[in-house]
């Protein structure tokens, strides 16, 4: 498998002065997706849990429902300047055809698109509307999250220079945490760890981000049915308007002891010894 963290020669300066020294960074590395040999995408990303990451994405993309429809997931032959094998091509079999070249992706903030009509393409799409009911949270538990994911990203603490997504329990239990470059490749492997594990639809769960709640990330959870979202920063205004309108709790500035909720929050319950209070 290729190397997640790389060294590189670096001049650091300080008011005490100036040294040079290796630096350790995160790897960056193209993953193409082919589908049967033919290209479907190619996303830059931090190498490992490379299948998982696969599987977040087509399920994100609507191309699949359940891990069954992957039959087969290798890598093909190529090798770097050293004649290492790079793992940067990853073949997928699926157990249906799909048109992969006139597969059109769901929208971004990129596209150009309106609003409502990303809202209406996710609604389409989406196979596992979020339930009534889903997670129950209590407001302390959802604060401690974020913490909880920050200790367990070990590659963040070596380079500093990655993010974080990570699907908890109710109770705060954290069942699964990955890191990686793009934000939208972490929370895609943490998504294909549930499915591969039968757990889409994940309305019982929690999804954390350790950085801003954008269209894309909230579109993403409500592709597997996620119940309720929580991010370290903040959301976007489509991101809002997406939660709102597909019953997906989203919570904002998690930080310490205080967050912003901005939709469905009666899935957070208030600590027994918070008052509430008006602003």
Not at 116 to 140: C, F, H, M, N, W
Request: glycine content about 10%; hydrophobic content about 40%.
């Amino acid at each position: 498998m290729s190397r997640v963290t790389a060294r590189r020669r670096t001049r650091r300066i300080s008011p005490s002065g100036e040294i040079q020294r290796p630096d350790t960074l995160a790897v960056e590395e193209p993953l193409e997706i082919r589908i049967g040999g033919q290209s479907l995408a190619v996303t830059m990303r931090t190498p490992g849990n490379d299948v998982d990451l696969v599987h977040g994405f087509l399920l994100s993309e609507g191309m699949i429902g359940v891990a069954e429809e992957i039959t087969a997931a290798r890598y093909c032959t190529g090798t770097d300047d050293d004649g290492r094998q790079t793992y940067n091509v990853l073949d997928l079999t699926l157990r249906t055809a799909v048109p992969v070249r006139s597969r059109s992706f769901l929208s971004t903030g990129a596209c150009g698109l309106c609003g409502k009509t990303a809202l209406d393409e996710v609604r389409t799409l989406s196979r596992y509307p979020i339930a009534e009911g889903g997670p129950v949270v209590d407001t302390q538990v959802l604060a401690a999250m974020p913490d909880t994911l920050r200790s367990k990203q070990s590659l963040f603490e070596a380079t500093g220079g990655l993010h974080a997504a990570g699907l908890f329990a109710p109770d705060g239990t954290a069942l699964a945490v990955r890191e990686d470059i793009g934000r939208h490749n972490a929370v895609d492997k943490v998504i294909g760890w549930a499915l591969r594990q039968n757990r889409v639809p994940a309305r019982d769960l929690v999804l954390i981000v350790s950085g801003r709640a954008s269209f894309e990330l909230v579109q993403k959870a409500v592709m597997a049915g996620i119940g309720m979202l929580g991010a370290v920063s903040a959301p976007s205004s489509l991101a809002v308007d997406l939660a709102a309108e597909a019953g997906l709790t989203l919570a904002g500035f998690l930080r310490g002891e205080t967050m912003n909720v901005y939709t469905h929050g009666g899935r957070i319950t208030a600590s027994s010894n918070r008052k509430p209070r008006l602003a």
